[in-house]
């Protein structure tokens, strides 16, 4: 099917600025309600039909890739003259998981195959009234901008149009138009939170668990004046954590005087505070969240124990707030597609859902795939416009593609996404030197692997580039999977020599026969748990059954929970009779103290909030694993 043959990618004029929100506004003729709009733009939109919100949320995309949303609005249609408004959020400015292009939307409005309204320069257009364009205020790097809005410039433009439009301007945008690969969200009911403190211009309210969502505002105010929410997953001495260094969690309203109703379509929090500040008493009649979730359906399964069931149930909750309209990683702080995090979560997805949720595994991997990096290696995240990537994350990549292929027989899959491996893998060939991959040099290559001591790599800063035991195990276990992806391909494995020599090396170079353990490093005394399981699961060790007693005993450096799944495969894949007692345990371990501390999903590190200078997660995907080894049957 052919979609936007008559329209045009169409703004508000010819410049290109960072934070800008336009307004589009047209009416047209309509004659019975079986009708569809498609709408693609940059950025993100809010689509109004005769006055009422029809769809929203841009799919995260790029311009070879660019996808656009076919919309039902056959229940918002009347007999005869209709309007379609669409307030477009143009961000303009790279983050990680936005990569910059030029301003613009593009739409239809089709009744069997009728084109009833496209965007072209006949569509009315301004520069948004009621939110401030250019104001460019940033929540993180990773999550961009936020937003001022003013109630007092309303004039219900999306329902009669307004003054100030004028005809659009057509743009020059060259993309590759796709449908949206999954589902969209789905909003459940609107969830207030309960009051824990007020003081006529002070509310500080608590949604009860973690919510991901949209942001709702009800009250009225005597005067114009400006209100300050804040939003955070915990409290520091009584108030929301809405400011850690240059990270700002907060939006601004300028309110109108009386009635103030507000929702905003296209910011989505992840949070369970909210605070309100106001410069003058207001009387609140909501404070609250929309929910937004990706529709799946639970697997019958229940562990037995009340335990596991709680920790079980943590962590399946945990995965859906993380699923926007790709994986995220945590809802609060950042809203990215990282490789190596949604790996997890896709093998957790295929045991937590009915159907193992695998057409949304698909979507993630292939837009992964879609990153173009100059170095060949994946960007940090998905879509992403900031010069950084993670190199291990890009190895990560074909374990996640190889358990998807696995899970579904995906041929078709398996075969397209082959020339993409086959590069990424080339370029690890090439930052070889003695038979060892090296970490990468340049500061926008962070040589990370883990959240403990000598494996967090510099962010931003140059490394040597010399070889270590983790780089070395991922693409020996990298070349394993794309082993096994060719094979379901029907292609065939050029790399088997490659394969059995970087294990040799491998070997020789990080194995310490004083200890009977693997070193970080050549020749080093620094020894790790997630070098050691990734030496078992690389299959370089001889005597894996000792190893695994140095894991299980605690011998070396720990891993962080996102990485203990390592871990736990190297013990489980040497004796999983005798290792699965002790897995479940360090399970029920770690999440009961999160549940114990009042936990409503899964955090980022066992640190909880602490980490990272008081910006650690309190729901975050990538710790998501007891569900995958629960459905293994370590209970």
């Known amino acids: 099917m052919r979609v936007f043959e008559n329209a045009k990618w169409i703004w508000i004029n010819r410049e290109q600025n960072r934070d800008e929100y336009g307004e589009f506004f047209a009416s047209f003729s309509c004659f019975g309600k079986n009708a569809v709009c498609r709408l693609s733009c940059d950025g993100d939109y809010t689509l109004y039909i005769n006055g009422r919100v029809a769809g929203s949320n841009q799919y995260g995309d790029f311009e070879h890739y660019k996808i656009y949303d076919e919309i ?102 060259q993309c590759v138009f796709y449908p949206r690969p999954t589902e969209k969200l789905q909003c459940g009911a609107l969830k207030k939170g309960g009051t824990v403190k007020s003081e006529g211009n002070y509310w500080l309210v608590d ?256 490394e040597e580039q010399t070889p270590d035991l983790v780089i070395n195990c991922l693409f020996i276990l990298a070349l394993e999977n794309l082993r096994g992806i060719t094979e379901a391909a029907g292609l065939p494995f050029a790399y088997a020599g490659l394969l059995s020599e970087s294990r040799t090396n491998t070997r020789k170079a990080f194995f310490d026969g004083s200890s009977g353990a693997y070193a970080l490093t050549p020749d080093g005394k620094d020894f790790t748990s997630l070098g050691n399981a990734l030496a078992i699961l690389a299959g370089i060790t001889e005597n894996p059954e000792a190893l695994c007693e140095k894991l299980a005993g605690g011998e070396f450096s720990d891993c962080s929970l996102s990485m203990k799944c390592f871990e736990y495969d190297a013990l489980l894949l040497t004796d999983f009779e005798k290792w699965r007692g002790h897995v479940l345990n360090e399970i029920r371990c770690l999440y009961g103290k999160m549940l114990a501390a009042g936990a409503t999903s899964v955090w980022e590190t066992a640190e909880g909030a602490r980490a990272f200078g008081n910006a650690g997660s309190l729901c975050h995907g990538w710790s998501a694993m007891p569900v995958y080894y629960y459905r293994i049957g370590i209970i």
């Open 72 to 173: 039902d609005i056959s229940g918002f249609l009347r007999e005869g003259e209709n309007t379609a408004a669409v307030l477009v959020w143009h961000f303009g400015e790279a983050s990680q998981r936005y990569r910059p292009a030029p301003a613009g939307v593009i739409f239809e409005i089709v009744q069997q195959d009728k084109p009833l309204l496209v965007s072209d320069e006949k569509i009315l257009c301004r520069k948004s009234r009621t939110y401030a364009s250019g104001y460019a205020k940033k929540i993180t790097a990773q999550l961009g901008f936020s937003f001022l809005y003013d109630a007092a410039e309303e004039d219900g433009w999306m329902r009669k149009g307004g003054r100030d439009f004028s005809p659009a301007e057509a743009v020059d945008k």
């Open 207 to 462: 949604l009860g668990e973690e919510t991901v969502g949209l942001p709702v505002l009800e009250f009225s105010s005597p005067v114009r004046q400006k209100i300050t929410v804040f939003w955070g997953e915990d409290l520091c001495e009584g108030h929301v954590r809405g400011r850690i260094g240059d990270r700002n969690f907060s939006f601004e309203y300028i309110a109108k005087p009386g009635g103030n109703k507000y929702v905003n379509h296209m910011l989505r929090l992840g949070c369970r505070y909210l605070e309100l500040y106001a410069e003058k008493p207001v009387g609140l009649t909501c404070l609250g969240v929309i929910p937004q979730l990706y529709p799946v359906r639970d697997t019958a399964f229940r562990p037995k124990e009340d335990a596991d069931r709680r920790i079980y149930d943590l962590c399946v909750r945990t995965l859906k707030l993380s699923m926007m309209e790709h994986y995220v990683d945590t809802p609060w702080r950042e809203q990215c597609l990282y490789a190596f995090d949604s790996r997890n979560q896709m093998l957790c997805g295929y045991y937590a859902f009915e159907g193992g949720n695998t057409e949304y595994a698909r979507a993630n991997l292939r837009l992964i795939g879609e990153d173009r990096r100059e170095d060949g290696l994946l960007s940090i995240c998905a879509p992403c416009g900031t010069d950084l990537t993670i190199p291990s994350f890009s190895l990560y990549y074909f374990m996640a593609v190889r358990e998807y292929v696995g899970h579904t027989g995906d041929k078709e899959f398996a075969k397209k996404i082959c020339p993409k491996l086959f590069s990424l893998i080339q370029v690890f060939i090439e930052n070889r030197k003695e038979g060892l991959v090296c970490k990468f040099s340049g500061k926008n290559h962070w040589n990370f692997y883990d959240w403990s001591q000598g494996l967090e790599g510099r962010l931003s800063d140059s």
